[in-house]
DNA sequence: CGGGGCCTTGAGTCACTTCAAGACGGGTGG
DNA sequence: CCACCCGTCTTGAAGTGACTCAAGGCCCCG
């Protein structure tokens, strides 16, 4: 048996780990069932009574939230391994809806809370799941909070280049799955502005368009440094 | 002994429940030692070897990240009973700073980990208490994306209103503790875009400066209201 | 080949930033 | 107790990045 558990790392501090343990990608599905969803359709919406917890087994998910005027929020997409679920007095928080095929298991918090009690391992490994969102969400905010648009918009097809899912390492092609529509509303900016983004980022030479949502990327270091680089001078 | 441990409870569906256990402060107390740090002092800063895990007794921290070119972004602030000690590989990713005087509890990793393994309601303790702070996190997500500066700074207000160590009910008058570089920090914005939106909010009659971080709140729910309305139109 | 999303570009406007004074307030020493 | 002083906060004026509205182009699909 494989185990990428390990007794002495702490949630809190432990770097991130593998995916499922073997032992617990059984035990979810032994009490869970694999639900598949196709592009744009919801596992959950935003209110709804929180009656499942989910992992992602292969694809990506968009975790949204509505503003009273229809304005839209990501505050996350979600990828392999990814737990969802996140609900506060019994309803979800956020919407969840597939950016591309989604394939997950879906596990009743009734069923999940045995597995709890059951085996303390779980919790544990609950608590790190929670933790890496959180210092997803953390980056995110540093994102939103300090970056302009178009750094904004290299960090994230940075990010987009490090999931094997999306980056070809040796061509160096990424495939964006989401829309500029998504990416505008993760990134707390407009359509217009991502778009103008992608154009100087790729008349800086970090990027070149193949397709729309396909770009080459000669030098991803370079491109996560402008990311990261301060907004003025240098 | 109080029992606000809940077995059933999951701890990504779970309410803000109540502070710490009666048991699980005993056990943090029996391995972990009381600090004090006087405001502004820090616990400890971002790249630090993470060898504690933090639960605050009483006052306020900020936790903060900082740019290649001294930006600062303020991704929390910290409450009591709220947990820190977020780190990745090893490495503190945040620094964290008193605000007011902080009390806390201080625990080596390596004690902490003795008492998760020793009892699973702590694990699940500490999934709950991360899946709080994923929650808070997301809200700010939300308000750094969508919401104009007099709108952030008026939610801002809003939840300092909320903490009881802060607002007064019977007078309806909030004391912050925080500099306007802090709350600038926070909202990602600038110190004089924050000094405009107080200004802006006293005349448009939701708050009225009584000191220069204390203010009146006539309607705490008109000022919520506000904050989450839209930013054209009504 | 035509139609409809999706994406890009342009032009004008506005909110926020930056730089620069000035005002307040709280603490200290005379 | 008052005067001073320094950090903090507010206000003003000019500049700019991003938004909105609007039009045009691309690409995929039927």
Not at 44 to 66: K, T
Request: proline residues 5%; hydrophobic residues 45%.
């Amino acid at each position: 048996m494989p185990d990428n558990f390990e007794p002495d790392s702490n949630p809190l501090v432990a770097g991130d780990k593998a995916g499922l343990t073997a032992c617990e990608e059984a035990l979810m599905l032994r009490v869970g069932t694999v639900r598949l969803y196709s592009p744009d359709s919801p596992a959950y919406r935003e209110g709804d009574q929180a009656d499942n917890v989910f992992i992602i087994r292969a694809g990506i998910a968009r975790a949204s939230r509505l503003l009273p005027d229809g304005r839209r929020q990501i505050v996350a997409f979600l990828w392999a391994n990814d737990l969802f679920g996140l609900a506060e007095d019994g309803a979800y928080i956020n919407t969840i809806e597939a950016v591309t095929t989604l394939d997950v298991v879906r596990t009743p918090v009734a069923a999940m809370n045995e597995l709890l009690r059951a085996d303390a391992r779980i919790s544990l490994d609950m608590a790190r799941r929670t933790a890496h969102s959180l210092r997803e969400a953390q980056r995110h905010i540093l994102c939103l909070g300090q970056l302009d648009v178009p750094r904004r918009v290299a960090r994230f097809i940075s990010d987009c280049a490090s999931h094997v899912e999306l980056f070809d390492e040796r061509t160096n092609v990424l495939c964006m799955p989401m829309k500029r529509l998504d990416v505008a509303d993760y990134l707390g900016t407009s359509i217009e502005a991502v778009a103008r983004a992608v154009t100087q980022l790729e008349s800086a030479g970090l990027i070149e368009r193949r397709l729309r949502r396909d770009f080459l990327i000669p030098d991803p270091a370079l491109l996560r440094d402008y990311a990261t680089r301060a907004t003025h001078g240098s």
